[in-house]
């Protein structure tokens, strides 16, 4: 629909009242200067923060961005926070494949592809407010670690299939010595 509106700037905020409407000008802000084309609200760069974040939460979040980024060497600290900005040649770009939680990372991944510049910027999410998400946490974790493996073993399968592969084959060959000596 922005598209067809033919909008300049896209923002996007979960609708669980986690992500503080004051912020948008903060997203905003590097679009408008020019210096990115996809900006993230990210509660773990430098001035961000998550009040009353559950510690499984941020592992996980912390886990899903090690494997988002081990893929697409990006370097993003929250691949997962639902507040984001898009510039109007972001629109035209990226596509929104994916329907579920693993979209956060799809777009990521498109916008690196695409040569878009992508920006984090602080900003606070809450965790104080009434819970909205259908999701639980291991289901969103799950869901989204699982498409980031998948597209970490298509870009890097030596990675993903070959080290795993080393240590089987490690372990096969020191119980085949074993059984052998005994």
Do not use: C
Request: no cysteine.
């Amino acid at each position: 629909k922005a598209k067809e509106m033919n909008t300049d700037i896209l923002v996007v905020l979960d609708s669980d009242g986690q992500h503080e409407p004051a912020d948008i000008p903060i997203l905003l802000d590097p679009i408008q200067r020019n210096e990115a084309d996809f900006v993230i609200g990210s509660r773990f760069v430098k001035g961000g923060g998550s009040q009353n974040m559950p510690s499984y939460r941020k592992l996980g979040i912390k886990v899903i961005s090690a494997a988002s980024n081990l893929s697409s060497n990006l370097e993003i600290q929250d691949t997962q926070s639902g507040f984001r900005a898009f510039s109007k040649l972001a629109l035209e770009r990226l596509r929104f494949d994916a329907e579920g939680m693993e979209l956060s990372l799809e777009m990521l991944e498109d916008a690196h592809e695409k040569k878009l510049v992508i920006k984090e910027v602080p900003t606070v999410i809450r965790y104080d407010v009434p819970k909205g998400s259908n999701f639980t946490a291991l289901s969103h974790g799950f869901t989204v670690l699982a498409w980031a493996a998948l597209s970490l073993s298509q870009k890097k399968p030596l990675l993903v299939l070959g080290l795993p592969g080393i240590g089987l084959l490690a372990t096969g060959a020191a119980m085949g010595l074993n059984a052998m000596t005994t």
